[in-house]
């Protein structure tokens, strides 16, 4: 898989999305509001990330999910919410899913920039505790890898 930027073909990975337990979100159940942190990646050489997540399943018609994509400057200790931008103070979050769907969002490092560690923050609201969420699948693309 590749694509184009400033019209020369990049190679890109794709990396299934796995919980802080190393479990693969795709097929997971999860119940109540929880907040679950994927388990980071360290994209070597990325200079484009992507996250595509998919909402497959829910018994309520009320959950609302949230996704802020986060990277490390400190290789894993702490995390910060990734700016849509270089020049941006807004931070990179997909847009809320209040149905069953997916959504997609690159985020882009500008100059020679590269992400080192990169994990998104999976929020489940309007969720009561007996309500279930299954996920489909979900992973992350990284671009301009070396």
Same mark, same amino acid.
């Given at each position: 898989?590749?694509?184009?930027?400033?019209?020369?073909?990049?190679?890109?990975?794709? %990396?299934?999305?796995?919980?802080?337990?190393?479990?693969?979100?795709?097929?997971?159940?999860?119940? $109540?509001?929880?907040?679950?942190? !994927?388990?980071? %990646?360290?994209? &070597?050489?990325?200079?484009?990330?992507?996250?595509?997540?998919?909402?497959?399943?829910?018994?309520? $018609?009320?959950?609302?999910?949230?996704?802020?994509?986060?990277?490390?400057?400190? &290789?894993?200790?702490?995390?910060?919410?990734?700016?849509?931008?270089?020049?941006?103070? !807004?931070?990179?979050?997909?847009?809320?899913?209040?149905?069953?769907?997916? $959504?997609?969002?690159?985020?882009?490092?500008?100059?020679? $920039?590269?992400? !080192?560690?990169?994990?998104?923050?999976? !929020?489940?609201?309007?969720?009561?505790?007996?309500?279930?969420?299954?996920?489909?699948?979900?992973?992350?693309?990284?671009?301009?890898?070396?």
């Amino acid at each position: 898989m590749s694509n184009n930027h400033s019209g020369a073909a990049l190679p890109s990975i794709r %990396v299934p999305a796995k919980n802080s337990s190393n479990v693969a979100l795709n097929g997971l159940v999860i119940t $109540a509001t929880p907040t679950v942190d !994927t388990a980071w %990646v360290a994209p &070597k050489g990325a200079r484009r990330v992507g996250f595509f997540f998919d909402f497959a399943a829910e018994d309520s $018609a009320s959950s609302t999910i949230d996704i802020d994509l986060e990277q490390s400057p400190d &290789k894993g200790t702490s995390f910060t919410e990734m700016p849509v931008s270089a020049n941006s103070q !807004t931070g990179a979050d997909l847009t809320q899913l209040t149905a069953t769907g997916s $959504a997609f969002l690159w985020v882009e490092h500008c100059g020679d $920039a590269e992400f !080192t560690r990169v994990r998104a923050e999976i !929020t489940v609201g309007g969720s009561t505790a007996s309500d279930t969420i299954t996920l489909g699948p979900c992973y992350w693309i990284f671009s301009g890898v070396d």
